[in-house]
């Protein structure tokens, strides 16, 4: 079976995930994740990417972003692909590519599932046993959320915005969101969408993000159609 075009829809955010080759790291120290966040800044800039989230893994890299266009996404990937692998390559003496085949991404109805995604985004290093707390995790925009910094390759969404008034309101109520956590059937949920390249959405939002995509957004139903019954 021919592999589906990539899903990019501009307007929508996505869930992306960037895997490097299996015994590769992402970063070998912290030199290496500056200067993929600031590569990836760049990249996201030039392109029209606008990052609502992230974490940096051992082995691979999670963003919640909506593009300006349709091919934002796949154009910010790239560039981060050529400035920041080439970089790793000359200071750690390698050579060849470093990503397990190309980014992963599945798109959002923000309504229902920015919010969500943007834990799954954060609450990552807790998962993995990397950090106790969201807030001690330096290489995620989680501290960004919470008020502990400012992060220049964060652009918030509305609907993060719109939980609160003030600052203090907002990063109050998303500390309150970050606790109570998202459910293993969520969390599978997010990966089998980004695996699979399948959007999350419902039926109205999946038949408009087919004729945006000009392809399917969701599985066929399995076997033939079922037949209409005959009119007596």
Avoid at 95 to 107: D, E, I, K, N, Y
Avoid at 112 to 130: D, I, K, N, S, Y
Avoid at 160 to 180: D, H, S, V
Wanted: net charge positive.
């Amino acid at each position: 079976m021919a592999r589906l075009p990539r899903l990019g829809v501009a307007g929508w955010p996505h869930l992306v995930v960037q895997r490097v080759h299996d015994g590769q790291l992402l970063a070998r120290d912290d030199a290496d994740r500056r200067a993929l966040l600031v590569a990836l800044r760049e990249a996201a800039r030039l392109h029209g990417l606008a990052i609502h989230a992230y974490v940096l893994c051992p082995d691979h890299l999670h963003l919640l972003a909506t593009p300006a266009q349709d091919d934002s996404l796949s154009l910010t990937m790239q560039a981060l692909g050529r400035r920041y692998v080439a970089a790793y390559n000359r200071r750690h003496g390698r050579q060849g590519g470093l990503w397990s085949g190309r980014f992963r991404a599945t798109v959002l109805d923000p309504a229902r599932f920015l919010l969500p995604a943007m834990r799954f985004v954060e609450q990552h290093a807790v998962r993995a046993g990397l950090v106790q707390r969201e807030q001690d995790d330096v290489w995620s925009s989680a501290a960004h959320h919470l008020g502990l910094r400012t992060d220049p390759l964060v652009s918030d969404h509305a609907l993060f915005w719109a939980l609160g008034n003030t600052p203090f309101e907002r990063e109050a109520a998303w500390r309150a969101q970050l606790a109570e956590g998202l459910g293993a059937d969520v969390q599978h949920q997010f990966s089998e969408a980004m695996n699979k390249g399948w959007a999350l959405t419902d039926d109205q939002g999946a038949d408009t993000l087919a004729q945006l995509a000009g392809r399917p957004v969701r599985p066929r139903p399995r076997g033939r159609p079922r037949k209409k019954p005959v009119a007596p």
